[in-house]
C-alpha cells in the first residue's frame, strides 16, 4: 500500500501564500505523475495542477501564474506554492499520484491523500 500525507494548509487572509507538501511512503518503485486537486463546498473536484518525474507540468487556468507545482522525486514529494490566494482558492486540496509498486513494471496504481483544507478569508 502507498500513503499520501498532505501537510501545510491552513486560514490565510487574501492576497497571502501557502504552501503545501504531500510525501508518499509505502510500497514505491517510482512515481509517475503527482498531482493537486481541490473541492470547494458544493463543487466537484478539479485539476489544479500536475508533474510529471521528468518535472513536465501542468495547471488549471485559475491558478497560472500563482501556484508553483514542484516535487522531489528523492523523497517522493510534491509541493505546491500558492501565492496571491483569494477567497476562490477556498477549497480541500487533495495530493494525487500514479505509482509503480513493482520493479521493471509499467503498471501504475493511482492513489490519493486524505485532503488538507485551505481557507482564504479575511
Known amino acids: 500500500q502507498v500513503q499520501l500525507v498532505e501537510s501545510g494548509g491552513g486560514l490565510v487572509q487574501p492576497g497571502g501564500s501557502l504552501r503545501l507538501s504531500c510525501a508518499a511512503s509505502g510500497s514505491i518503485f517510482s512515481i509517475y505523475t503527482m498531482g493537486w486537486y481541490r473541492q470547494a463546498p458544493g463543487k466537484q473536484r478539479e485539476l489544479v495542477a500536475t508533474?510529471?518525474?521528468?518535472?513536465?507540468?501542468n495547471y488549471a487556468d485559475s491558478v497560472k501564474g500563482r501556484f508553483t507545482i514542484s516535487r522531489d522525486n528523492a523523497k517522493n514529494t510534491v509541493y505546491l506554492q500558492m501565492n496571491s490566494l483569494t477567497p476562490e482558492d477556498t477549497a480541500v486540496y487533495y495530493c494525487?499520484?500514479?505509482?509503480?509498486?513493482?520493479?521493471?513494471?509499467?503498471?501504475?496504481?493511482?492513489?490519493w491523500g486524505q485532503g488538507t483544507q485551505v481557507t482564504v478569508s479575511s
Open positions: 508533474i510529471t518525474s521528468s518535472g513536465s507540468t
Open positions: 494525487n499520484a500514479d505509482v509503480v509498486q513493482q520493479i521493471l513494471s509499467t503498471i501504475t496504481n493511482n492513489y
